[in-house]
């Protein structure tokens, strides 16, 4: 598999609403029909959208549920998306999902991904706002992936690891965008090992180093995207001229850099 023109142009997980008007949206097991891709909503119950949820234990009953039919159903899906929240047990059975090769999920209260190596076909990974994740390491460990995007990491503060991925072709690192809440990065020496690169998106973020310098190495970036802080201005000029560059924010928007 290989990223199309409009994964690298909008990011791989970009809301296409026509796409997702093709997967159909659950709550409960009962609702599942057997295909294998499902938009799963199973947690924050009780709500103006799921009144009939009104107590603790029927809103456990869900979330029970859907950990068991993960788990004893492992070769049911090949793409699933979480718009609620995630805590760690229903991310640990969505990781015994042998077939999948997609997985979004928008947010969480996930500390540990060891599960997600299992994750053996995975090629696009999107884990959204993970503030108490741990380590990263087990993200180093999918080799056949090709789009990772991960959100307000806030105890990372090395992605080192990431440039074992080979395979990789679209990388995003942000903080919360909406608090803000920024995540603080040492530094960007681990993209000099990732030439392969066709999308990189850096948000919300304190890097330590202030060095910007090694995503000049990224010769075959197509997209990019950066806050607009000093240190980015500076090197506004010599980032748009990447030989392949024609989408982000550093070639759509420049009046963000031209201050």
């Not at 026509?18 to 119950?45: F, P, R």
């Not at 809103?59 to 039919?69: D, L, Q």
Request: positive net charge; glycine residues 6%.
């Amino acid at each position: 598999m290989k990223l199309t023109s409009k994964q690298i142009e909008f990011g791989f997980n970009y809301y296409f609403k026509e796409e997702h008007d093709q997967i159909k949206s659950v709550v409960e097991v009962s609702e599942y029909n057997g295909a294998e891709k499902l938009i799963i909503n199973c947690t924050q119950l009780g709500d103006s959208l799921t009144p009939q949820y009104k107590t603790t234990k029927e809103k456990k009953r869900v979330v029970t549920e859907w950990c068991a039919f993960l788990t004893q159903n492992q070769t049911a899906f090949t793409e699933l998306h979480f718009g609620t929240r995630m805590p760690q047990e229903l991310f640990d059975a969505v990781c015994k999902q042998k077939l999948l090769k997609r997985l979004e999920i928008k947010w969480g209260g996930y500390k540990d991904l060891s599960a997600i190596e299992n994750l053996k076909n995975i090629e696009l990974l999107h884990i959204g706002s993970g503030a108490g994740v741990e380590s990263i390491k087990p993200l180093a460990k999918l080799e056949k992936l090709i789009g990772l995007s991960v959100e307000n990491f806030q105890k990372i503060a090395s992605y080192t690891d990431l440039s074992n991925l080979s395979a990789l072709e679209s990388l995003s690192i942000e903080g919360d965008a909406f608090g803000p809440q920024y995540i603080k990065i040492d530094h960007l020496d681990f993209l000099s090992a990732m030439p392969q690169l066709k999308f990189f998106r850096l948000l919300t973020e304190r890097l330590q180093s202030k060095d910007y310098s090694p995503i000049l190495s990224l010769k075959k970036l197509q997209h990019l995207s950066m806050s607009a802080n000093k240190e980015v201005l500076k090197r506004y000029d010599q980032l748009l001229e990447l030989p392949e560059l024609k989408w982000g924010t550093i070639k759509t928007r420049p009046e963000l850099y031209r201050k």
